[in-house]
């Protein structure tokens, strides 16, 4: 018997367990890649590229800006000027 965090377990079945199971694939089927670290490095270089355009666009105050953020008043800035929520949507 070998010993697992969910009691133990008999030396075929931890054989068996081990021998089935598929190190290199992800939950839903997907690779792993050979080097994680360039996952960090695309992540970042993204977002620098994002914060450039931002600041090309106009900053805080360009339409860059207002498109990426949710505005502190809560509302939706819709291309209508209408400052609706829903736009399109009348009152029920």
């Known amino acids: 018997m070998v010993p697992a965090s969910v009691g133990v ?3 075929d079945c931890v054989r ?3 021998r089935v ?3 290199d694939e992800g939950p839903f089927g997907g690779r792993r890649s050979a080097d994680p670290r360039i996952t960090s490095l695309v ?3 993204m977002n620098v590229a994002v914060f450039v355009a931002v600041l090309l666009t106009g900053g805080t105050y360009g339409r ?3 498109a990426l953020s949710i505005s502190p008043l809560g509302q939706c800035l819709v291309d209508d000027a209408s400052g609706s ?3 399109g ?3 029920a």
Request: with cysteine.
């Open 89 to 91: 949507a009348t009152a």
């Open 9 to 11: 377990q008999c030396v």
């Open 85 to 87: 929520y829903y736009p």
């Open 21 to 23: 199971t598929r190190a």
């Open 16 to 18: 068996e367990g081990a």
């Open 64 to 66: 860059l800006s207002y």
């Open 43 to 45: 992540l970042i270089g």
